[in-house]
């Protein structure tokens, strides 16, 4: 199993004109998404697609990590209110995007409903991303910050260590806002 | 047009999207747009539209997969201005 997940702050997002959005577009999505992007009347879709494509890049760079800077190779190809799909060079990747006023949030599993086998959160920080992330999963697990570690690969892929047990993770932050996500189930003791 | 000119307008256009000025302050060939100046992804193709207006290029999708650093994108945009004459 992989995830990824991913948080956009939305006074963040960048107000594009006709003509820059177009050529944004092209760059960005394959027709296909181009489509339906035209089919919905949601507010920042851009956002939302960019959040589905950005976290399967994630679950996906965990499987297979090589840098691939072509948002096209990420294709969302379902979008509705349960859910997306989206077709990566490692799979297809399950998801599922909240939102409020303030931000965006994508996260995804390779497994069909994995997203329910993920622990996640998104916060706001002000300065030490990984301490509050730490702080979050503590808090949240009931134990001493001190029993979470975070812990980077070779490629800057995280892994997390609770309590002596090892999870994938996923981490994302822009601007103040901070995400991360978690397998519940651990991959060693 | 030469490499350093092109170096320092690519460094202005990138500027309003960096995210650690201290990175951007020590900004080399080798830095790395996404993880060093921490440049949020969904921004890069806006910095690849501001590339192709301030130079007057047009970037193809398979150059913009080379522009993971300065250097990188520095190589992209000249080749794209030579070929353009």
Known sequence: ?189 | MEREEIKNKLAEIIKPYVQDMDAFGNISETTDLLQDLKINSAHLIDVVLDVEEAFDIEIDDESVEKMITVKDSVDTILACVTAAG
């Open chain 1, 1 to 189: 199993m992989s995830l990824g997940n991913d948080v956009i702050s939305i006074v963040h997002l960048v107000e594009r004109t006709e003509d820059r959005k177009q050529r944004y577009f092209n760059k960005t999505y394959t027709e296909n998404e181009i489509r339906i992007i035209k089919t919905l009347s949601k507010q920042h879709v851009e956002g939302f697609f960019w959040a589905l494509k950005e976290s399967a890049y994630k679950a996906y760079f965990r499987v297979i990590p090589k840098v691939i800077m072509s948002p096209k190779q990420f294709e969302v190809l379902t979008f509705d209110e349960k859910g997306a799909t989206v077709k990566t060079p490692a799979g297809l990747m399950h998801s599922k995007v909240e939102f409020t006023e303030e931000y965006i949030h994508a996260v995804c599993s390779t497994r069909e409903n994995g997203v329910n086998e993920i622990e996640y959160n998104v916060f706001q920080f002000k300065e030490n991303f990984y301490q509050e992330v730490k702080t979050k999963i503590a808090s949240y697990q009931n134990c001493g910050v001190d029993q979470v570690e975070i812990s980077k690969d070779e490629n800057n892929v995280p892994t997390l260590k609770l309590k002596n047990q090892q999870y994938l993770l996923s981490l994302s932050h822009d601007y103040n806002w901070g995400s991360y996500a978690y397998q519940k189930q651990s991959i060693s003791v």
